[in-house]
């Protein structure tokens, strides 16, 4: 029998994958790029709100929160207007050679601005228990899962009905209409970015009590996210969502049950093993060629 | 002109180590000449067949991990643990060829960098064997017979040689037959197949003589420090690689040779600004490949040429609208 802890602790890693895994697909959806820095945004936006905004700033948790996701949010703009719309046009290993480059870069610029030494940050929560069901949880996984639920709610309103959403959803679907309906495609594709990096910040911020905050903090995350998304289904929102949820669920079974040693290969082999078996992930969408 | 300009660059090279008496900056070049095969080896793969390797260190790792559990462990020769280290290299190539015959583009991105995680993550916890996290010490280094010098005094010119040796031959590759499949593949995988290029064996091809390059490199590296450690062989470690094989310029053989050089010297010169040189490489990758495509790849294939024409670039060289000639990777 599986202990909850085990489990609520998978589906608190669970969420954190999954907004990762939706930073790529909306980037993916977007401009047909995969951001491998993806996982280097939720570093920098754990250093944000840690470093910045919660110990030398001193604020409170809603407005750290809530500035983090800002300056994440127009970073990827940005970085959006600058580099990423310039890799469109790219080759697809320049592309991913570039973006590789670019995760270097925050990871860099976060270790200059910063200094090497890890933070810790407790976070309004620190270390208290919550009892469910006879056993301790940590509240902050309880959190975690909680403000991913919200972030996803939101998320399916905003696309459905806000008219930013529906614009997204339009250039998302034919760049070349959108642009003729009088959508502004290039503002567009920034705002996509924008709210995949915001989703980082969001993941960045729920992640950093739980760990302390290095420069290292994000690659793993990145590329599980990533795992995630193909688990799931290849630029597929709900298939992220789920995607994400397995791998975190599945990871702290195999931790559990066989060996914490090599609990990062475990991401691996799934992937491995999806690509051998189900290359189109659990949503499959209509393509050809795949893995 | 451009041939005497080679040899005085080469022959600059040969000479550095009998003015040079610091065995700090031979040690430095010496590392520089090892990147230079690895490089190379990468190039093959990525430059050359367009297939994305992030975990070059890895590669380099097990040539090197090899070599000294087998010395250490085994006693064995180092000439006997070298070429079995070649030997695992071309193993784990075919292995990686394989995968990436089903695994394409992003996912074998982001496979070939779980591969290097996985090797980390192997080298650090089997201590018994691999001496964990703090590495393997006591590796004997490689002394050439009746000389009482710093190894890295003694091994400078061996290494140059073959660090050259290993560029030539990889530019015979590129302009051969192989070579030709290998640029097939990148530029149009569907078209190089309806010509009747068998992707499949390039792939593992290209992959086999990536590792084998990269295991080369490991070796070298072992014999020369006498010590490994899972440090040595990060992804970090593999996306340096990736920044001396984009400044030397994806496609040209020679350009890696300059770009291994540049990105290996440069921070040792620049130690002032240690704070600062990995973000300025990850700017500058991102600057070289929107830029300037070609890399230093540009002034190397001009050193060289008749060497690094190919048949192909002097048709595209014959119809100017294309400047990109061997920059061009393909349609994206």
Not at chain 1, 68 to 75: F, K
Not at chain 1, 209 to 238: C, D, Q, W, Y
Not at chain 2, 246 to 256: A, D, M, Q
Request: glycine fraction near 12%.
């Amino acid at each position: 029998m599986v202990p909850l802890p085990v489990l609520i602790s998978g589906v608190a890693m669970g969420c954190i994958y999954a907004l990762v895994a939706l930073g790529y697909v909306f980037i993916w959806n977007a401009m047909a790029i995969i951001n491998f820095a993806q996982g280097e945004f939720l570093m920098f936006a754990a250093f944000l709100y840690v470093a910045t905004f919660a110990l030398s700033l001193r604020l409170g948790f809603g407005l750290s929160l809530l500035l983090t996701m800002a300056a994440m949010g127009i970073l990827g703009a940005v970085f959006s207007r600058t580099v990423y719309s310039r890799l469109k046009r790219q080759s697809q290993i320049v592309a991913i050679i570039a973006t590789v480059g670019m995760g270097v870069f925050l990871k860099e610029a976060a270790r200059i601005i910063y200094g090497p030494e890890p933070f810790y940050f407790p976070g309004p929560l620190g270390t208290r228990m919550v009892p469910v069901l006879g056993w301790a949880i940590p509240a902050q996984q309880l959190v975690i899962v909680g403000v991913a639920v919200i972030v996803m709610l939101i998320q399916q309103l905003l696309f459905r009905h806000s008219l930013a959403g529906k614009v997204m959803r339009a250039v998302a679907e034919d760049k070349e209409t959108a642009s003729l309906m009088g959508v502004p495609v290039d503002t567009t594709l920034a705002l996509a970015f924008a709210y995949s990096t915001i989703l980082s910040a969001v993941a960045g911020v729920l992640l950093a009590p739980l760990f302390f905050i290095t420069t290292e903090m994000g690659t793993m995350v990145g590329i599980k996210g990533f795992v995630a998304m193909i688990i799931g289904g290849f630029g597929s929102i709900p298939g992220a969502i789920l995607g994400g949820l397995l791998l975190g669920v599945f990871e702290n079974l195999g931790t559990f049950f066989i060996s914490s040693t090599y609990k990062d290969a475990i991401a691996f082999l799934m992937m491995i093993a999806f690509l051998a078996w189900r290359p189109q992930g659990i949503y499959a969408e209509p393509v050809t060629e795949r893995a | 002109m451009r041939r005497t300009s080679v040899v005085l660059f080469l022959g600059g090279l040969a000479v550095i180590p009998f003015l040079v008496h610091n065995p700090y900056y031979l040690h430095v070049l010496n590392l520089a000449l090892i990147n230079v095969i690895v490089v190379v080896g990468l190039n093959l793969a990525t430059g050359v067949t367009g297939q994305i390797v992030l975990g070059q260190a890895a590669l380099m790792g097990i040539g090197a991990y090899v070599t000294g559990v087998l010395m250490v462990h085994a006693r064995v020769p180092w000439w006997l643990a070298g070429f079995l280290a070649l030997g695992a290299s071309a193993l784990v190539g075919i292995g990686l060829g394989a995968v990436s015959t089903r695994i394409k583009g992003h996912y074998l991105a982001i496979t070939t960098l779980g591969f290097n995680e996985i090797f980390r993550l192997i080298t650090v916890n089997e201590t018994p064997i691999t001496g964990g996290p703090s590495g393997m010490t006591g590796i004997p280094q490689l002394r050439l017979a009746g000389l009482r010098l710093h190894p890295d005094q003694q091994l400078y010119l061996p290494l140059l040689v073959l660090s050259v040796a290993m560029t030539y031959v990889a530019m015979r590759v590129y302009r051969s037959r192989f070579g030709r499949n290998f640029r097939a593949i990148r530029d149009n995988e569907v078209a190089a197949e309806v010509m009747g290029v068998n992707s499949r064996t390039a792939k593992i091809q290209a992959f086999v003589l990536c590792s084998l390059w990269g295991g080369l490199g490991g070796v070298a590296y072992v014999l020369l420090v006498g010590f490994v450690a899972p440090n040595n062989f990060t992804i970090y470690e593999s996306i340096r690689f990736l920044v001396m094989l984009v400044v030397g310029g994806l496609g040209s053989i020679p350009g890696s040779y300059l770009g291994a050089l540049l990105i290996t010297i440069l921070p040792e010169a620049l130690r002032a600004w240690e704070q600062y040189y990995i973000a300025a490489y990850a700017l500058g990758i991102i600057i070289v490949l929107l830029g300037f495509p070609r890399g230093l790849g540009a002034v190397a294939d001009w050193f060289l040429e008749p060497a690094t024409r190919t048949p192909l670039s002097q048709a595209q060289r014959a119809s100017p609208p294309r400047p990109e000639t061997e920059g061009g990777l393909g349609a994206p």
